[in-house]
T-cell receptor, first 115, second 114 residues
Framework: ETGVTQSPTHLIKTRGQQVTLRCSSQSGHNTVSWYQQALGQGPQFIFQYYREEENGRGNFPPRFSGLQFPNYSSELNVNALELDDSALYLC??????????????FGEGSRLTVL | AQSVTQLGSHVSVSEGALVLLRCNYS??????LFWYVQYPNQGLQLLLK??????LVKGINGFEAEFKKSETSFHLTKPSAHMSDAAEYFC????????????FGKGTKLSVIP
């Protein structure tokens, strides 16, 4: 069984640029969530995708956007990067919503540095 | 809205000593509660979860947590710390009606002294 994989693992961007992060969900999982973890903080919910539709969003501006593909993989896009966007971005997949009790399976994250 | 407070951003224990990491939650509905562990440069791994039923929950690596509704607490314990337990620990509550999101605390970094 393949776990959640994320790419790239590390990247450096400059202010104003755009970035795309990618995530492959664990086999059998059709729900993908993205979290931002700033240094020294707990993860914060960005949004969740279920059956290719956004299914909940945290307190993040519209320049944070996402996609989910038919194979359940997902992308997180961030436009007009700001210094405060520097963080570890975590993707998590889970079983179908019905009957789900909250367990998320996390990837190892993509560490974004904005200069 | 749900929220989680973890008391103590850093806890140090001696190897073999009791580990106690504190978590208090706020929830307007019966909570689903979780503890996750994060090793350096890694993602989060589920330690244990409380949904319904028995209030004492056992997890992996010898950890357990007790749900106390009257105290709105879900503290994590382990009778005897091991060097490999050194990591950051996050308490979380399930939130978001209709969607499915976890609200995390700020984390507690556990150091184990040989």
């Amino acid at each position: 069984e393949t776990g959640v994989t994320q790419s790239p693992t590390h990247l450096i961007k400059t202010r104003g640029q755009q970035v795309t992060l990618r995530c492959s969900s664990q086999s059998g999982h059709n729900t993908v969530s993205w979290y931002q973890q700033a240094l020294g903080q707990g993860p914060q919910f960005i949004f969740q995708y279920y059956r290719e539709e956004e299914n909940g969003r945290g307190n993040f501006p519209p320049r944070f956007s996402g996609l989910q593909f038919p194979n359940y993989s997902s992308e997180l896009n961030v436009n007009a990067l700001e210094l405060d966007d520097s963080a570890l971005y975590l993707c998590a997949s889970s079983f179908p919503l019905a009957g789900n009790t909250g367990e998320l399976f996390f990837g190892e994250g993509s560490r974004l540095t904005v200069l | 809205a749900q929220s989680v407070t973890q008391l103590g951003s850093h806890v140090s224990v001696s190897e073999g000593a009791l580990v106690l990491l504190r978590c208090n939650y706020s929830s307007s509905v019966p909570p689903y509660l979780f503890w996750y562990v994060q090793y350096p440069n890694q993602g989060l791994q589920l330690l244990l979860k409380y949904t319904t039923g028995a209030t004492l929950v056992k997890g992996i690596n010898g950890f357990e947590a007790e749900f106390k509704k009257s105290e709105t607490s879900f503290h994590l314990t382990k009778p005897s710390a091991h060097m490999s337990d050194a990591a950051e620990y996050f308490c979380a509550v399930l939130s978001g009606a209709g969607s499915y999101q976890l609200t995390f605390g700020k984390g507690t970094k556990l150091s184990v002294i040989p």
